[in-house]
């Protein structure tokens, strides 16, 4: 099976800062090769 029929999943997670930024920086890389990218990020409540 081609790694275009199952796609790839990345996590990025822990304290600090440049967690957002390398996973949009990995959907731009993704997109400017023709790939389809889904984009889901997780906020923190107010409470």
Known sequence: M???D???VYV???DG???T???LGLCLTAL???R???FIQFLK???
């Open 45 to 47: 409540g107010s409470s």
């Open 6 to 8: 199952k796609g790839l």
């Open 21 to 23: 930024t390398a996973a």
């Open 32 to 34: 400017g090769q023709g």
């Open 2 to 4: 081609a790694l275009e």
């Open 36 to 38: 389809a990218v889904a």
């Open 17 to 19: 800062k440049g967690k």
């Open 12 to 14: 990025y997670t822990g």
